[in-house]
């Protein structure tokens, strides 16, 4: 019991794709439980927006938890974070389906998510200068360009930034995460061309 | 300009219901709108907080995670039970093989004595002495000899006893009782009239000494009966040396 406890406190500084890999290669569950709980809140939120209901919110995430432990080795799973959402509305739709209930317009909602290239560590820190990242903000749509100096530099909210410049407030993430991305993306190519 | 390229956490409930409320300081609310830009499970999140804000999900959460760290489905119980049940078989053939190769040596002793002892008849040694002109005999010593030789050996060593307490100069007479002893399940005491016989009667000496051989390996003390058994197979008659040589081969 001590060393388990030993052993989930060491897991807890591990990456998501560490346990991920650890998981598939041992099918060992206390790594797919160590990454599941680090989500088990987002989980529940989500699947109480499209269930409306605590309980079966709750049993919803458990049956998520029982799948995904039987299903992810076989899948090769590159950011589960960004992954988890999708699985989450496709078994809620399910779900309600199954059950002829009404299914909202939500199915939407959550678009999956374009991935980013794991050129570098996700957890760790771009080894890029300052003059290269403004070289790079230089690059974007004049759009993404402002918004992000307005919210990186000014250190404005979404909604002054939507303020200062007009946007709709939906325009301005979207300008920012578009452009964040773009912006990683520009600096992993310089570091692979370095 | 860290915080652009600088990876970010995920939000916790605290940060989604703050921010949801409007309730962070600007520090708390770049930070979490900095990780939204990164995070899709976040965002999903915090649409659906906001969609249905709850400032009662502590308990909910705090049962999920409850309810996930004691979550193992049938199919991963049921292969631990298998994997368990594996490795108690396996412990106990261990513990099995431990023990049968325990028992194996331990009986070693015994089946080598029993392979080996055998008991001279003593009727034609009385005849001899008494064709030597050997004092008569006691009934009791008759009465000890009859049964030693119809191979009752528990029957005769009260007689031997008796009679020996009268003749204890008799080492032939000690050197029967010994053997009797030996054979009756008194190693112990068979080794004071063997070893008596062995020292004061060099007619006596390999006979008693293959005997006290055999006594030292019922007792399980392999050493002096080899000691015992080296001496012999040097020094003693053919018949004895070669029997020596033969159990010190098999010990070996």
Redesign the interface.
Known sequence: MFIRGIRQQALKDWTDERLVEAFCETGD?QYF?EL???????V???C??YL?D?EE??EM??RI??KL??ILPGLEIRIF??W??VV??RECLNHLRKQGRYVPLKEA???I?EEEPEIYP?????P?G?SE?KAALAQLDEAQRVC?NL??FK?M??RQVSGQTGFPLNEV?SY??NG?RQ??KQ?LNLITTR | ???????TV????EE?QHYAKDRLD?AA??RV??H???????R??L???M??P?ET?GA??A???Q???K???P??KQMQKIKFNYAAAAVILIIMTAAAVVYWQHTRYDRLYAAFFSAPKAGDVIALRSEQGTPGAAPTFDQAINYYDAGDFSAAIPYFDAYLKGHPDDFQAGLYAGIALLNGGDPEKAIEWLTTASINDPKLFDEANWYLALAFLKQKNPAEAVKILENLSQRAEPVFAGKAKALLERLE
């Open positions: 569950e439980t599941f709980g680090r989500y088990t809140m987002q529940f939120l989500i109480k927006q409306n605590r919110s709750r995430v458990m938890f029982s432990l039987e974070r960004n988890l959402p989450v509305q909602q959550v678009p998510p996700a957890t760790e820190e771009l890029i300052e990242i992000l919210f990186f250190k909210s979404y993430k920012l995460q964040k912006l990683k600096l | 300009m860290k915080e652009l390229t600088a990876p995920c939000l916790s409930l989604i600007e609310r770049f709108e900095n939204l830009l990164d995070c899709a499970l976040c999903a999140a649409d659906a907080y969609a249905n709850d999900l909910d959460l049962l999920l995670q309810q996930i760290q979550a193992v489905p199919k991963k």
